[in-house]
């Protein structure tokens, strides 16, 4: 019984020690280049002096360093950007900088230490207690990097790390192209930040250790890349009952070690473990697959707004003699993504758990344009992708591969993931460009160390490859990569690493969306006529559809200085903040609503038009769904800097009512009117026919009358859209010049109402001169939190009254008066009918005293303690 015991305490021991992995981000410092005579064997000896170096930014860029340490103004704001020295007129060594840390660390008994670094932009050389670790040169800003250290660690376990950074070898001259001059994209790394018509060149071009740095430690055994696959075969419904599925696990299993070690390999999901003997050769790494296991009755993964995301926890681990030499934990989905060809719009169709899925989709490029990621700060953003009711996010190529955690996030909200790699139409040479300073045959080629590239998507794909939300590969935006990567990459890397997603050769190609119209295949991407989204029609899958997307006046405060707070005119040049800032016009859509007096009365015309712009992009698509189109991916719902088009919610995570204008639109259950022809349409993405559903429509002229046009029961079929009625005729007999309002419900057997859609309407003319004329109301706002974190925000609208109009409910810090960011809410930029109330649900973190502020269209802004 002590033998046992001991060895059962030795085992734990052991398990113990095999989990150990922990991140090296802080109590770092950094020095330039110039200002350091060292080489990396001496500055990373102990012995060597860093008092005088600066904190330094682990995982970040040096520009985030500098920012942090008041070298440089804060390039989001204002012109700032134009304050900071560009890497192309500096030279490379202005941003090259030496990182330092210092770290307690020692091995223990056959313990293996491994250092990780999951990304770093461009080239570095690393350096540990007075010896150089890496054997050649890293480069390559999308390449994960690990090496064994247990040898070089001091034996009183005080070490230094030194790791010298240097930017691309080509940063390309900001010139204002797309991707300045082009000649970023000669390198692995990231096209935007020589600029593009979205954003200003980023000064460093994210040179630095810019993800995350991880010391792991294990036994004999290293568990590398685990890869699972989940097949769920035939049609699936969301309840009930699951035919099996199977599951099929692989691993690469690292011995570092001169001697065989001999052990069980096993995984465990579900309760159920499969096991394998193994021998693994010394200094030798074998890729191993279990058998296949089938799963009864499995919990499945679906995407949002079609099932639940459930998640299962998966333990891969190596044992040998009882104890436990590494483990590799991961949360996997099951599900199958599939891809059939729809013959009637000549587009992609997608199919998850053999059910199609209309795709309502995003493009992102990326989070943070420093690349100041953090877990919180992708959990918010992608949980505004679920708010929206979108079910896509498609990876623009002129970015990265986006990290881990993004696709955790994605895995938790069930937002399908579309992953280009790293080319660009504009850089890669699709088309004739005079900013361009080569010409396309060579920039057709770039990168130019094609090599590099194939080993890069070789260790990208391991990376993500096992999430649940990943459904799609893209070799490039608007261009595929050269042949010899291309042909490598669909033939033989994807097969072989992951056999499961479907490859398009580039964004807008054929076999994605076939292009009778001529063109590039997607856009546009500026504001359009409402009417256009329903009545003309585009491709069959849009990969880029965009407009506007400019912020409330409390968005713009927090980039534009105030004297620069001039609105923008339909015709003319807008001030140069707001150009720097990317805007781009709203034509004339603005002006219905009333001459524009100032900032802040544009800004909230402008979120009119924002919501009325969204709304109708996606009921026009869903209008016309498995007709003339499988989806649509919106250019774009997020940015990563201060830019002012294209966007739902803004830098700073504060959403504007593009972001309710299209959560109206995508409902999974919805009701519309087409503003062509007045025509009430019925949607239902759901799987299963809709019976018994109450259709009302009414009116309100802008006294807040009451007109009854029809209540009816209708059903709808899975999947389906169905005209339903014409409100042409009963619009007309109303003859009201100044506009009208009108309300579409649908109602369930309990009178409880399951989508709730509110238009106003211009007059005759076009102009909305009854919104210039409503009278003001002054609705009951009550606000309550019975549970932390959840607020509910009431406003009732006496019965005599007019519409309250397009109401902002904002949450804030009950001190402070500021917003608090991010915050969830489940409608907002609503509209209150005379004798009704809504209430609306605020979610957020943190535990300080809140107050809500609503304002809208007629209603003065009113502030409230929450209860």
């Known amino acids: 019984m002590r033998k046992f015991l001991i060895l059962l305490q030795l085992s734990f021991c052991f398990f113990a020690n095999a989990q150990q992995r922990y991140e090296l981000n802080s109590g770092w410092v950094c020095a330039n280049i110039k200002d350091v005579n060292s080489n990396g064997n001496q500055i990373s000896a102990k012995n060597f002096s860093v008092n005088n170096w600066m904190t330094a930014t682990v995982p970040g860029t040096v520009l985030t360093t500098l920012l942090n340490n008041k070298k440089v103004p804060d390039p989001f704001y204002g012109m700032n950007n134009e304050l900071i020295a560009d890497v192309y007129k500096t030279g490379n060594d202005y941003y090259t900088y030496w990182f330092v840390k210092d770290f307690d660390e020692k091995v223990v008994g056959n313990e293996q230490v491994w250092l990780q670094f999951r990304g770093i932009n461009y080239k570095a050389d690393i350096f540990l207690n007075g010896k150089k670790v890496n054997p050649n040169v890293i480069e390559g800003m999308h390449l994960r990097n690990q090496f064994n250290i247990t040898k070089m660690l001091a034996a009183n376990g005080k070490n230094r790390l030194a790791v010298i950074v240097h930017p691309p070898d080509f940063v390309g001259n900001p010139n204002g192209g797309q991707g300045g001059d082009g000649t970023i994209a000669k390198g692995l790394t990231t096209q935007y930040t020589a600029g593009w018509d979205w954003i200003q060149p980023t000064r460093d071009r994210n040179t630095g250790i810019w993800d995350k740095v991880t010391i792991e430690k294990t036994q004999s055994i290293n568990l590398k890349n685990p890869h699972i696959v989940t097949l769920v075969p035939g049609k699936r419904l969301v309840e009930g009952a699951q035919k099996p599925a199977t599951i099929k696990v692989s691993v690469e299993v690292e011995n570092p070690t001169s ?490 057997e309990k009178q409880q109402i399951l989508s709730d859609n509110f238009y106003w309407l211009a007059g005759k003319d076009g102009e909305y001169k009854g919104l210039q004329k409503i009278k003001s109301v002054l609705p009951k706002i009550e606000a309550v939190e019975k549970v932390k974190g959840k607020v509910l925000v009431t406003l009732s609208n006496a019965k005599d009254n007019p519409v309250a109009f397009f109401n902002r409910i904002a949450l804030t810090d009950a001190v402070s008066g500021k917003r608090i960011l991010p915050a969830f809410y489940d409608d907002n930029y609503i509209s209150v009918l005379p004798g009704e109330s809504k209430t609306i649900t605020v979610e957020y973190n943190g535990n300080q005293k809140t107050a809500v502020e609503v304002y809208g269209w007629n209603v003065e802004r009113k502030r409230v303690e929450v209860n």
């Open 259 to 748: 001697k065989v070690v001999n052990g069980i390999l096993q995984y465990t999901i579900a309760g159920q473990s499969i096991k394998k003997q193994v021998s693994i050769e010394g200094n030798q790494t074998s890729e191993i697959s279990f058998a296949d296991l089938i799963l009864q009755n499995p919990k499945l993964w679906w995407p949002n707004g079609y099932g639940k995301q459930y998640l299962y926890d998966v333990q891969v681990k190596f044992i040998s003699n009882a104890a436990t030499f590494d483990q590799e934990n991961l949360k996997v989905g099951i599900r199958q993504v599939d891809n059939i060809w729809n013959e009637q719009t000549k587009s992609m169709g997608a199919y998850v758990n053999g059910q199609k899925i209309f795709i309502k989709g995003g493009n992102w490029i990326i989070s943070d344009a420093m690349l100041r990621f953090s877990d919180a700060r992708y959990d918010a953003e992608i949980r505004y992708h679920k708010d929206m009711n979108l079910n896509l996010i498609r990876i623009w190529g002129g970015a990265i591969l986006e990290r881990p955690e993004f696709y955790n996030a994605c895995d938790k909200y069930g937002l399908l993931v579309f992953q280009d790699f790293w080319f660009s139409g504009d850089c890669n040479g699709r088309w004739i460009d005079p900013m361009k300073k080569e010409d396309q045959w060579t920039r057709r080629q770039y990168p130019d160390n094609h090599n590099l590239v194939l080993t890069a998507i070789e260790d990208q794909v391991k990376m993500i490859r096992n999430h649940a939300s990943l459904a799609f590969w893209c070799g490039g935006n608007e261009i595929t990569p050269p042949e010899d990567i291309l042909q490598p990459l669909k033939n033989d890397i994807l097969p072989r690493l992951d056999g499961t997603r479907i490859l398009y050769d580039f964004s807008n190609s054929d076999e994605m969306s076939y292009n009778t119209l001529g063109g590039n295949g997607d856009g546009p991407y500026s504001i359009q006529n409402p009417v256009s989204f329903w009545a003309t029609k585009t491709f069959p899958y849009n990969s880029e559809v965009g407009s506007v997307g400019v912020g409330d006046y409390e968005s713009l405060e927090r980039f534009i200085p105030k004297e620069n707070m001039i609105a923008p005119q339909f015709k003319e040049k807008p001030d140069s903040v707001w150009d720097y800032h990317k805007y781009i016009g709203y034509d004339e859509y603005v002006n219905p609503y009333g001459k524009v007096k100032d900032a802040k009365d544009f800004a909230m015309k402008a979120q009119l038009v924002n919501y009325d712009q969204y709304r109708a992009l996606m009921e026009g698509f869903s209008s016309h769904m498995w007709e003339w189109y499988t989806g649509s991916i919106i250019w774009k719902t997020q940015n990563p800097w201060t830019a002012m088009r294209g966007q739902m919610y803004d830098y700073y995570l504060d959403p504007n009512a593009c972001l309710y204008g299209l959560r109206k639109g995508s409902e999974p259950l919805h009701v519309m009117m087409n503003p062509v022809d007045s025509m009430v349409n019925l949607v239902n993405n759901g799987f299963k026919t809709l019976n018994n559903l109450m259709i009302q429509a009414k009116a309100y002229d802008m006294d807040g009358k009451e007109y009854l046009s029809t209540q009816v029961f209708n059903s709808i079929g899975p999947s389906s859209v169905r005209k339903l009625f014409s409100l042409s005729g009963f619009l007309n007999k109303l003859d009201k010049k100044e506009g009208v309002f009108v309300s579409l419900r649908i109602l369930d």
